[in-house]
């Protein structure tokens, strides 16, 4: 008779298959990370396009005057909630000459 030979996976055939697996986590975590990053900012961008228009409305609503605060174009919107800033951070107002902006913690304007 023959011995039977145990069945099963050599060390090399595990290791091989670890380095792949590795290989493409390492390829995957910064392509996520990149895409997570980008939704990110097109959030934030909406989110000033949306609080611009509310900014704009409350303009023409008070004789071309614009809002100092947050709070003056709450009514702009569903249920007086603002856009969820998606950093975190807050959108904060600046007056300006030319009426207002706003802007999110990246930095980013409208």
Request: net charge negative; hydrophobic share 40%.
């Amino acid at each position: 008779m023959m011995a039977s030979r145990e069945e099963g996976f050599t060390l090399v055939e595990l290791l091989t298959v670890l380095i792949i697996i590795a290989v493409l986590v390492a390829i995957a975590v910064p392509v996520y990370a990149a895409a997570t990053d980008n939704a990110r900012k097109r959030t934030c961008q909406a989110n000033l396009r949306t609080i611009d228009g509310a900014i704009n409305q409350y303009a023409v609503s008070s004789d071309h005057e614009f809002p100092t605060d947050m709070d003056q174009i709450k009514p702009y919107f569903k249920d007086d909630k603002l856009p969820k800033e998606p950093f975190d951070g807050n959108y904060e107002l600046d007056s300006s000459v030319n009426g207002t902006w706003c802007k999110c913690s990246l930095g980013h304007e409208y």
